[in-house]
């Protein structure tokens, strides 16, 4: 076999559901309660599909928002049930974990234009009954963090304790301190930037071309057609993973071994492991991905430049900023490498926020926060606590 | 650096008070008005910060350079970021803080100029903690040894210190003459951690104080 095998386990079909009505808790806002995108369309009626972790105390002054990263969604702590794999940061949320579910109460939302049951272009559009494809609007971080706050005015959540997440999650993060400053005690942006980098836009134009140049992508209109376009989204899939390990992780992890053979094949079958497990990656991924998804999300990196709203000044989008920031990068990270942080660091220090900052030495690359790091987890631990101790926090009931 | 240069001065035979503070953190946390906003240049592991939090309840934010320090701090709860006083106090703002401390540090930047004359530009006071390199034990060293000297708070052999400017109180009072930073108080302080007689003459410090703090503030 030359060409990889991308075929998908579970069918377009249950995906198409997960989309709708997903296996998560959904709040639905009807046509009088739209959100105001970007892009100056009203998106009416949508739906947040969202998870909960431990509980809401009486003064309601313990919730932790986790924002997700490009490819995750709200399955942070429990069995994925499209995967049925365990969440993305089951080592960072949970009971006795950094982020306590014992002590705090956790939402994690799908953002929108995922594809895991918030609206998207995976979802129904009302107007047609077809999956909204390429009909569905431009979105931005901006908009995702609209919806969330719009979220947590349905939960009758005022502040947030505390805020979490890596890359695109802390790309949410930062918005939310900006936008939100008031509904925010502590901030914890890890690995990521206040601006898409050129480099990263370029990394994610190659993924959309691969997605687009799939004959089955069919204009976003692979639904109606019965098509998939799996092969673009997991080429796609495959360069940006790479983007996320280090050339020290890969090397450790794969070298040049060759992949149950001891000779090369003199073929462009996947002779090195490091092409098998790429071919694995991209294959996985598929199952659960929507390409369009794929396509809104990576346009909602890209468009994000916190200074931009602020006359080219950061710090001006955190003037008077009362809330207590943990900014964490990793040394091997080449996505969002350290001085991308350390410039979120200096405008939160030029606008007089309480800020720590830690680089973490790792050769696991941009992945390393969703990774096991000890050093990351106590410094999430000791931050919060001493956030928890600020805020007065009430362990327990 | 900083951070090992601290640990060896913890570890050694610093000055303890009973409740097992270091009294020179002691000293200069004395000199800082309670609930002010202070940035401790050098935090590094973070026991100043701690001391001024618990004692005289102020904001405290604090620049590390070693990555184990800062990591150490943070995971305290602290706010730390790791930087660099030689190169990244330009990034703050004037007057963004009441107080600027470089505790035990000073003789470990590579431009003590420039470093004071930010902190004078950040904070409105600055506190400074060093070595005094006039002491008679030093000067002994040299006279009679012929060495650098090395004593227990300040180990190292001259080819691998991180101390690299050192001075004594003497030519610290002229670098505040220099900057045109403003004396409010001085304490010089012995071995034991006793403060020397408040009214002794500068000689006597120079030569019997082993560390001194200087609370300054901008003339004018």
């Given amino acids: 076999m030359v060409e990889a095998d991308f075929s998908v386990a579970s069918d377009a079909a249950d995906r198409a559901r997960e989309a709708d009505i997903p296996h998560s808790l959904v709040v639905r806002f009807g046509m009088d309660r739209p959100l105001r995108l970007d892009a100056g369309i009203d998106l009416a009626p949508f739906q947040i599909a969202y998870q909960t972790y431990g509980t809401l105390n009486a003064e309601r002054s313990n919730a932790v928002l986790v924002c997700h990263a490009l490819t995750g969604d709200q399955h942070v702590a429990n069995l994925h049930p499209v995967t049925q794999k365990a969440g993305w940061w089951e080592t960072m949320v949970g009971p006795g974990r950094p982020i306590d579910t014992q002590r705090y109460f956790v939402i994690s939302p799908n953002v929108v234009g995922g594809c895991m049951g918030t609206t998207g272009p995976a979802s129904t559009n009302p107007a047609t009954g077809m999956p909204w494809g390429l009909d569905f609007p431009v979105i931005t971080i901006r908009d995702m963090v609209r919806a969330q706050a719009m979220l947590l005015d349905h939960l009758g959540i005022a502040s947030l304790f505390s805020i979490a997440g890596g890359s695109m999650g802390g790309m949410q993060v930062l918005q939310w301190c900006a936008s939100y400053p008031r509904r925010v005690f502590s901030a914890l942006p890890l690995a990521t930037s206040t601006r898409h980098s050129a480099q990263n836009i370029a990394f994610h134009e190659v993924g959309r071309q691969a997605v687009m140049a799939d004959p089955e992508w069919r204009q976003g209109r692979y639904f109606g057609e019965s098509t998939s376009p799996r092969r673009g989204l997991a080429v796609a899939r495959m360069g940006a993973h790479i983007t996320y390990l280090s050339d020290a992780a890969l090397h450790r992890k794969f070298g040049r071994k060759f992949q149950d053979r001891e000779n090369p094949t003199f073929s462009f079958d996947a002779d090195f492991e490091v092409e098998s497990y790429l071919r694995h990656q991209g294959s996985s991924f598929v199952e659960r991905f929507d390409a369009n998804s794929y396509l809104y999300l990576t346009r909602a990196m890209d468009y994000f430049d916190l200074a931009a709203d602020y006359n080219g000044v950061v710090a001006n989008a955190f003037r008077g900023a009362e809330t207590r920031f943990c900014v964490v990068s990793f040394t091997s990270d080449w996505l969002f490498p350290t001085p991308e942080s350390r410039a979120i660091v200096h405008a939160l220090n030029a606008s007089g926020a309480r800020v720590s900052f830690a680089e973490i030495v790792t050769d696991k690359g941009h992945d390393a926060f969703l990774l096991e790091e000890p050093e990351l987890f106590a410094i999430v631990r000791g931050f919060l606590d001493g956030a928890a101790k600020a805020r007065g926090l009430k362990i327990g009931k | ?220």
Wanted: with cysteine; net charge negative; aromatic share 10%.
């Fill in chain 2, 1 to 220: 650096m900083l951070s090992r240069l601290k640990r060896d001065l913890t570890m050694a035979e610093a000055a303890r008070a009973p409740g097992g503070a270091r009294v020179d953190l002691l000293l200069v946390a004395e000199m800082v008005t309670p609930g002010s906003k202070v940035l401790d240049i050098g935090a590094g592991d973070g026991e100043l910060l701690r001391i001024l939090g618990e004692q005289r309840g102020v904001d405290g934010r604090g620049i590390e350079l070693s990555r184990e320090g800062v990591n150490e701090c943070v995971a305290k709860g602290l706010a730390v970021i790791q930087g660099d006083a030689d190169t990244d106090l330009a990034d703050y703002p004037d007057d963004a803080f009441d107080y600027v401390i470089l505790s035990q540090t000073l003789q470990a930047t590579r431009r003590p100029r420039v470093v004071l004359e930010h902190m004078l530009r950040i904070g409105q006071n600055a506190v400074v903690s060093f070595p005094n390199f006039g002491h008679w034990k030093i000067r002994l060293q040299l006279f009679f040894g012929g060495h650098m000297p090395s004593t227990d708070n300040l180990p190292y052999a001259w080819w691998e210190s991180p101390n690299i400017h050192f001075c004594t109180i003497k030519d610290f009072v002229v670098l505040c003459d220099v900057t045109g930073a403003k004396m409010e108080r001085a304490v010089a302080f012995n071995a034991w951690g006793t403060p020397l007689r408040f009214n002794a003459p500068w000689w006597f410090w120079n030569l019997f104080g082993e560390q001194a703090v200087f609370l300054l503030s901008r003339r004018g």
